[in-house]
């Protein structure tokens, strides 16, 4: 089992950068595919992006798709979302997410049911 924690969220004017981490126990983060979601209020849950725990691919909702980037250091069980050129429809509240072992594909990654652990979420606030 995996515990996962969000920080780096706060408020920055459109056209600003945030840099997102969640850092996660256990000494098995390399085993974990991980990813991001973000929930506006009124809105559904949707994906942001995701990086795989075998080859490192990444994938991004078209929404964040060349502004947004998201890596990974096993060495220190943390997971980041560097945000660039932010806009005011990016507020929302983004959540780390975790899955062990495979299963996070192209036809998978933007599915929360994909996922086994959640983080307590990190607001981010991008005025106009």
């Known amino acids: 089992q995996v515990q996962l924690v969000e920080s780096g969220g706060g408020l920055v004017q459109a056209g600003g950068s945030l840099r997102l981490s969640c850092a996660a126990s256990?000494?098995?983060?390399?085993?974990?595919?991980m990813g991001w979601f973000r929930q506006a209020p009124g809105k559904e849950r949707e994906s942001v992006a995701a990086?795989?725990?075998?080859?490192?691919?990444?994938y991004y909702a078209d929404s964040v798709k060349g502004r947004f980037t998201i890596s990974r250091d096993n060495a220190k069980n943390t997971m980041y979302l560097q945000m660039n050129s932010l806009k005011p429809e990016d507020t929302a509240v983004y959540y780390c997410?975790?899955?062990?072992?495979?299963?996070?594909?192209?036809?998978?990654?933007?599915?929360?049911?994909?996922?086994?652990?959640w983080g307590q979420g990190t607001q981010v606030t991008v005025s106009s």
């Open positions: 997410t975790a899955r062990y072992g495979p299963g996070i594909y192209s036809s998978t990654w933007y599915k929360s049911s994909a996922y086994n652990y």
């Open positions: 256990g000494r098995t983060f390399g085993n974990y595919a």
């Open positions: 990086i795989s725990n075998s080859d490192g691919r990444t």
